[in-house]
């Protein structure tokens, strides 16, 4: 936004919230009392001043508020159905001003994204609830279109900007969440599976990074504090998924930057932290045992490691042999009550959906072996990318590039999402930053965008190493 512009509208903005401020006050003094549209005036505003500046504040708003839709704090029944609002608005003024940019570009990657979405609204013909289904179809088509244009403008030109706001939100993450359970009992997740799946795929890999890039001895205390909470609230809520998610991420991590003795390090904290954890987290009351047999079986040696994932497993299997074309529709799924669409509706409803213990599997059983070539080569394009950037770190040693975490959190969850089918479920807010991360990592390739990539964060450059609070290493 030019000078100009800035000069007449800031002004003309301010007047009109002012009068529409008075206009509420006087003749509709009831608004004021109603957290319905207390919570439509807060959506208004935080997307106004978001849009403001587009670039620094839009992915901190759809990140927030699709987390905020799901744990249990004030408004978040306004987020419910706010966060599709915020969704779509970022998707559209994101394209329009992405494609406002002469040097815009969109790669494989993108054109297979766009054939998902086709295959989405293909599925939804077919499903037992095609309105329900075509919705879902709509939202993974807003989701794509903003990884491919918001999300890529939120990063490029300020990837250290962009990451030191990501580690300084999942500091504060960590902080809330230990402080809300480990104090005060509190569950502020819906389930502690998805504390797993945060802590796992998201906070455990970026904290680690950012320990590994290094930065003033306050900085990396705090790092490393806030690393080992993650860790005991990851090992606390027993999700293995998320253990394993974590695990990978932080194992390759130290293997490629050959990180050996940080990782043995790592390794026996984890340890400690897990037999803290059993002793005085317990899973279940007066339960004793090894911690393979607390953790990797929960107490239940006889049924194996994946007794509770083969029901599901099996029932999506059948799901699929019975339907194995067009699938059940996109996000829905067979279930054996009868049952009437709610159309208006801004979440999943459970008569039209159940748990598939795989995200692999559900995107099968959704669009049926027809659909599911371009979910599975677009999965493919994201472990090849996340491949070249291990590769890449195995060969350079190179830790300050903004593909390094990305690739992080993709692994883990990718190894996560064989666990849990949140892969392709649009409303879960590890969905929206997983593919948004994805879209990010095509352009911040090494080995594709050099030029990108030596200009922003080389290792001999302590300018960009301190907009972090890092410190370059010397050669």
């Known amino acids: 936004m030019n000078d100009r512009y800035s000069r007449f509208l800031a002004p003309s903005t301010m007047l009109l919230c002012c009068l529409f401020g008075v206009y509420i006050v006087v003749f509709r003094p009831g608004y004021l009392t109603s957290a319905y549209y207390l ?18 504040r839009f992915f901190p708003l759809v990140i927030g508020v699709f987390l905020w839709a799901a744990i249990a704090v004030p408004l978040h029944e306004a987020w419910t159905s706010g966060r599709w609002f915020v969704l779509a608005v970022g998707a559209l003024a994101g394209f329009v001003i992405y494609m406002k940019d002469r040097h815009h570009h969109f790669a494989s990657f993108h054109l297979v994204a766009f054939f998902c979405v086709l295959a989405a609204m293909v599925s939804a013909m077919a499903s037992s609830y095609p309105t329900v289904a075509t919705l879902k179809a709509l939202s993974l088509l807003l989701l794509f279109l903003y990884g491919a244009s918001g999300a890529r403008l939120a990063v490029m030109g300020r990837e250290a900007n962009f990451l030191s706001g990501l580690l300084l939100g999942c500091e504060i993450l960590v902080y809330v969440t230990a402080i809300t359970y480990f104090v005060f009992g509190f569950e502020l997740f819906d389930h502690p599976n998805s504390r797993g799946a945060v802590m796992g795929v998201v906070a455990v890999p970026l904290l680690l990074w950012g320990i590994l890039v290094g930065g003033s001895a306050a900085t ?20 293995r998924a998320g253990i394993a998610g974590g695990a990978v991420a932080c194992i390759l991590l130290c293997f490629a930057l050959r990180r050996y003795r940080l990782l043995l390090k790592g390794i026996g904290v984890a340890l400690l932290s897990a037999a803290l954890v059993a002793a005085v987290v317990p899973l279940r009351q007066n339960e004793s045992g090894s911690l393979a047999a607390v ?50 509706s801004f979440e999943s409803t459970p008569q039209a959906t159940r748990e598939h213990g795989n995200s692999y599997l559900a995107i099968a059983e959704w669009v049926g072996l027809l659909g599911v070539m371009p979910f599975f080569t677009l999965v493919f394009l ?43 479920a649009v409303g879960y807010y590890v969905c929206v930053f997983f593919w948004t991360l994805a879209f990010v990592l095509v352009d911040v390739l090494p080995q594709t965008a050099p030029a990108l990539v030596q200009a922003s964060v ?18």
């Not at 919570?39 to 620094?56: C, D, E, F, S």
């Not at 080389?458 to 050669?475: H, T």
């Open 382 to 424: 994201v472990a090849v990318n996340v491949g070249r950037v291990v590769v890449w770190m195995r060969r350079t040693g190179d830790p300050f590039s903004p593909a390094v975490p990305v690739a992080a959190v993709l692994a883990a969850g990718l190894v996560h999402a064989g666990f849990e089918d949140w892969l392709f």
């Open 39 to 56: 919570g439509v005036l807060i959506i208004l505003q935080v997307m106004l001043a978001a849009l403001w500046n587009y670039r620094q």
């Open 458 to 475: 080389p290792r001999s450059s302590p300018q960009w190493a301190d907009s972090f609070g890092m410190v370059a290493p010397d050669r």
């Open 295 to 344: 953790f990797l079986y929960k107490g239940q040696q006889e049924a194996g490691v994946l007794a509770s994932r083969r029901s599901a497993w099996d029932r999506t299997s059948s799901v699929i042999r019975e339907h194995p074309w067009f699938g059940s529709g996109f996000g829905t799924s067979i279930t054996r009550d009868q049952w009437t669409q709610r159309v208006g």
């Open 220 to 239: 990396c205390r705090r790092r490393t504090f806030a690393f080992v909470l993650a860790l005991l609230l990851l090992l606390s809520s027993y999700a």
